[in-house]
Structures are given as C-alpha cells and as structure tokens.
C-alpha cells in the first residue's frame, strides 16, 4: 500500500520568501514521485519528478525537491516566492503495485503568495 | 504531439439527468485515469483504464463508470445526477507499460460540470 501526506491545506508566504511545501510518503517499494501544480481552472501540470537518479531535482518556474529516504519526505522548495507561484500543489506517488504502476495523489497544499 | 483533451469543458445538468464525458489521451498512451476535484474534497480517484480494462477503482458509487476503447479513447458517466456531484473531472492519461516504470500522469483542462 502507499500513500501521500501533505502537511498544511494553505501555505501563505511573503513575495520573495522562501516556499516550502511538504510531503511524507509511505511506501513498501522504491517510489517515484512528483509535483504537479493546478491554476485555476486547469488541469494539472508537471513540475518535477523523482526517479531514482538524483536526489535533489530541479524543476520548472525555480522549484526543487529533495529526495529524502530516511525521513519518507519529498518536500518542493523555491528560494524566493512570486505572485505568479500562487497556486495548488500536489505531491504524488508512483510504485509497483500487482505489477503495474500505481499513482496515489495528497489532498494539495494551496499557496498564497502575499505581496 | 497533442495533449489529453476533454469535451466538453463545461456543461450543466439538472439533479437527475446523466452525463457522459469524453477523453482523448495522448497518442500512444494507453492509461486513462479518472479523477473528480471539489473544493471540499480535492482531488479524488474514481478509476484507471488500460488497454479497455478497468484496472483500479476509487470509493465512488456505482452511478458512477467508465469505458475505454480500443483506440484510448476514454469516456465516464453519471447515471442520476446529484447536486453533490458538481465538480471538475480531471482526465490524465500515461504511456507506462511495465510495472517498474515509473508512471507520470499528463493531464487534461478538465470538464466543469454543474448540478442544478
């Protein structure tokens, strides 16, 4: 079984400071796992992923993310937030499940970013 | 190469009616999933196909059900529609074949539907 824990439903940040947005994963197999951002009214779009090869990923728009075994975390961080980041994040999962990959989503963690 | 697309973007109901959407996933990917996105709930799984075979489902009532074609293509429906059942329908297909790739979903806009 697996499953995605994002921490804080609404996160709100200054414009310019950091932007940490958490995610704990449970899984019995090596995951894979993803951010995807939603605006507004769209579906949801890719902003970076895990895949076992390097532990610190870069992704669009500044975002990056930190593969962290030990604490089953994966958290998206941005240096310096803009207007243009507010938005809805979700943390997902990928992993082997009866031989086919399985996706489980987090409930989504909305970003304010106040100017 | 073309993205998923849904139709249609936006549709209203009344409480009772059913509905049917459509799906379009990316050429060649054979994965369709099915998800419902509310304001209280969030984003919610209703169900994945592969290759016209239901292979995983969501905790969703039986009004609720799907069917994908031989070409990908996908649709789901609604039978007596509900109020509660006003959302966005987010439709993601994927091009995973074997069991340790990974699966990354590419999403759809989404069909806004509205109960009255």
């Known amino acids: 079984a697996q499953s995605v824990t994002q921490l804080g439903s609404h996160v709100s940040v200054s414009e310019g400071a950091l932007v940490l947005l958490r995610c704990n994963y449970s899984?019995?197999?090596?995951?894979?796992l993803f951010w995807y951002v939603q605006y507004p009214n769209q579906g949801l779009q890719l902003l970076l992923k895990?895949?076992?090869?390097?532990?610190l990923v870069k992704g669009i728009n500044g975002f990056e993310a930190e593969f962290k075994k030990s604490e089953t975390s994966f958290h998206l961080t941005k240096p310096s937030a803009h207007m243009s980041d507010a938005a809805e994040y979700f943390c997902?999962?990928?992993?082997?499940?009866?031989?086919?990959?399985?996706?489980?989503f987090g409930t989504g963690t909305k970003l304010q970013v106040i100017p | 190469k073309a993205g998923v697309t849904q139709t249609p973007r936006y549709l209203i109901k009344t409480r009772g009616q059913q509905v049917t959407l459509s799906c379009s996933p990316i050429?060649?990917?054979?994965?369709v999933s099915w998800y419902q996105q509310t304001p209280g709930q969030g984003l919610q799984f209703l169900f994945e196909?592969?290759?016209?075979?239901?292979?995983n489902k969501g905790n969703f009532p039986g009004r609720f059900s799907g069917r994908q074609f031989s070409n990908s293509r996908s649709e789901m429906n609604v039978s007596t529609l509900e109020l509660g059942d006003s959302a966005l329908y987010l439709c993601?297909?994927?091009?995973?074949?074997?069991?340790?790739?990974?699966?990354?979903?590419?999403f759809g806009p989404g069909t806004r539907l509205t109960v009255l």
């Open positions: 997902a999962v990928s992993a082997n499940s009866g031989g086919y990959q399985k996706v489980t």
């Open positions: 993601a297909s994927s091009s995973v074949l074997a069991g340790s790739s990974y699966n990354e979903q590419f």
């Open positions: 196909y592969f290759s016209e075979t239901q292979r």
């Open positions: 050429s060649g990917h054979r994965s």
């Open positions: 899984s019995s197999v090596p995951p894979y």
């Open positions: 895990y895949t076992s090869a390097a532990t």
